[in-house]
């Protein structure tokens, strides 16, 4: 249904994911914008339940995989590399240390391979006739997980959005074979952390990334080429704006007791994230862990029976990396966010969590020439 009265016999398909842009947002924003009102009215915009944890870092793999997190076990931001034997624990995406070392100069054997599990969707395409390409932000080109998550695209690094749309553009026109060509726009995103999802700064980028794609790729794409194209709008996930007042500290709640230990005799911390903590415990200790959480803040907590009869995160066969990774109690808070005092608690909006402002995202689908 999410193609319902949308011509797609073509031969490319252009997918921009709008980082943080979650369908409430679609709902409440697009009629001020031209292209988000047009494709509105000339294509067809549909609710999409994403991914849990509503995390970039486990979103976007799904993204370039077509894997859930069952199957390519990124579970979040902060991961252990291995199980809750391995007392490592990464940010995924930079593929860094919590202190933002480089993972392979902290840990030489710590290969990037090791972040998710699956091959591309890149590799995918490619192998059925369709040419890939990434356009994506510079300051990320080169790095550790974009090598490993993009491999089969060809990547185009951009400095600003007017580029970005501008290189999808070019990339179209310069097709020869059936393209796919995926462009990824962080602004919203950083915008509603920093300021919070209703704020000036928020609705101003979204004001320029409308304009900006509307601009550089659907006004002055090749007529022909627009014809040939269908153009896919969606995004990751949502987020929900937080207040110093809901926010708990992790670090002040005493739950070291009830954590599994790591090689050296140490309390395995918390990964995920702020609005999707996920523990690993000692035998017997999970269901007074969740007591100590209920305590301190509204919070849902999952068990390791629960998660998997829920599908929590994805409904697949999971993978060897995932039931190594596979928590034994996931923590979401209702409200705000309940963390270590490390920085996060400055941020406004934030996501990771169940609420259906995180979790429905807009899939919005329409032939390109159908705007010009």
């Known amino acids: 249904r999410v193609f319902d009265g949308v011509d797609t016999d ?10 943080g842009f979650g369908y409430d947002h679609w709902k409440r924003r697009h009629e001020r914008h031209d292209l988000l009102a047009d494709l509105t009215e000339r294509g067809t915009v549909t609710p999409l339940t994403s991914i849990y944890p509503s995390e970039t870092a486990a979103a976007i793999t799904t993204m370039h995989t077509g894997r859930q997190p069952v199957e390519h076990g ?3 931001w902060f991961q252990h590399l291995g199980g809750p034997d391995d007392g490592v624990v990464v940010q995924t995406l930079p593929f860094t240390t919590l202190d933002d070392e480089p993972v392979g100069e902290a840990f030489g054997d710590a290969s990037p391979e090791r972040i998710f599990e699956g091959d591309t969707l890149y590799r995918r395409l490619a192998a059925s006739g369709v040419d890939p390409h990434v356009v994506h932000p510079a300051a990320i080109e080169g790095g550790a997980y974009s090598n490993r998550s993009l491999r089969g695209a060809t990547t185009t690094p951009y400095e600003n959005v007017a580029e970005m749309a501008l290189r999808v553009r070019q990339t179209l026109e310069a097709a020869d074979d059936p393209t796919y060509v995926y462009g990824y726009v962080p602004h919203l995103d950083a915008a509603g952390h920093a300021h919070g999802n209703d704020s000036p700064e928020y609705r101003a980028q979204i004001g320029m990334v409308a304009d900006c794609l509307r601009r550089e790729l659907v006004e002055r794409l090749d007529p022909e080429t627009a014809r040939e194209t269908l153009l896919i709008v969606t995004a990751d996930h949502g987020q929900v704006d937080t207040s110093p007042e809901e926010n708990v500290d992790l670090g002040e709640l005493g739950v070291e007791e009830f954590l599994a230990r790591d090689a050296d005799g140490e309390p395995i911390r918390a990964v995920g994230g702020p609005r999707n903590l996920q523990f690993h415990t000692r035998p017997g200790e999970t269901a007074a862990l969740a007591e100590r959480l ?8 999952f068990d390791a029976e629960t998660l998997r009869d829920r599908g929590l995160f994805g409904d697949r066969e999971p993978s060897a990396t995932f039931e190594r990774r596979r928590p ?11 963390w270590y005092d490390d920085g996060h608690f400055e941020h406004v909006g934030m996501h990771g969590g169940l609420h259906p402002t995180e979790m429905l995202v807009p899939f919005g689908a329409v032939r390109l020439d159908e705007l010009q």
């Open 10 to 19: 073509v031969r490319n398909v252009a997918v921009v994911l709008l980082d």
């Open 74 to 76: 990124n579970l979040g």
């Open 294 to 301: 209920a305590e301190a803040a509204p919070v849902r907590t």
């Open 328 to 338: 034994d109690l996931v923590a979401v808070p209702e409200r705000g966010m309940l």
